[in-house]
């Protein structure tokens, strides 16, 4: 299948011989697996800091592709969304997902076997069960005050 991510002529393994900070753009975009899962809504705890996670997704994720449908644009639309980069992923990583290749490679960890980098096919993320495909409720059916109801466990 397709991979709308572009992860062509890269060295391999290049995630391994450097550190976050010195890879480039298009190294750093090759990174996302495309699970979707950091499009979802959260709740944060703002006495305990503790972050849930609901299969709410925002307005521009696409619940089949798991990405987002207008990702070049998408400030126009959502301009709340971060711009995961090198220099901010520090105080970003604590929400974002734990199979998530930014955070897994911010811990020191390695990627699984499912990431498109290591398997070369953008559905291994799906075929694993650890994307959002099929999961996710749009957030214009459901109003923020009954996020609470559609809590889930991110599945891993
Ligand atoms: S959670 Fe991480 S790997 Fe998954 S879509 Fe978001 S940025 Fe990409
Ligand atoms: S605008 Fe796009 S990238 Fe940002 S959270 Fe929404 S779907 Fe994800």
């Given amino acids: 299948m397709t991979d709308h991510i572009d992860r062509k002529g890269l060295a391999p393994r290049f995630w391994e011989k450097k550190p976050l900070t010195k890879l480039n753009d298009k190294e750093w975009e090759a990174l ?5 899962k950091c499009c979802l809504n ?4 703002e006495e305990t800091g503790e972050v849930a996670l609901t ?3 925002c307005r521009l994720l ?6 987002c449908s207008n990702y070049e ?7 709340e969304c971060i711009v995961l980069r090198p220099d901010n992923i520090d105080e970003h990583a604590y ?8 955070r897994l ?3 020191g960890k390695p990627l699984y076997d499912w990431h498109p980098l290591i398997s070369g096919d953008p559905e291994s993320v799906h075929a694993a069960g650890v994307s959002m495909r099929g999961r996710t409720v749009p957030e214009f059916e459901v109003g923020e005050d009954d996020w609470e109801d559609y809590i889930i466990e991110e599945p891993t």
């Fill in 105 to 107: 490679l911010w811990q």
């Fill in 55 to 57: 299969c709410v997704s």
């Fill in 42 to 45: 959260k709740l944060e705890d």
């Fill in 73 to 79: 644009i998408r400030h126009q639309f959502v301009p």
């Fill in 62 to 67: 696409d619940d089949e592709s798991c990405l």
């Fill in 95 to 102: 929400w974002m997902p734990e199979t998530c290749a930014y």
């Fill in 32 to 36: 996302c697996d495309g699970c979707g």
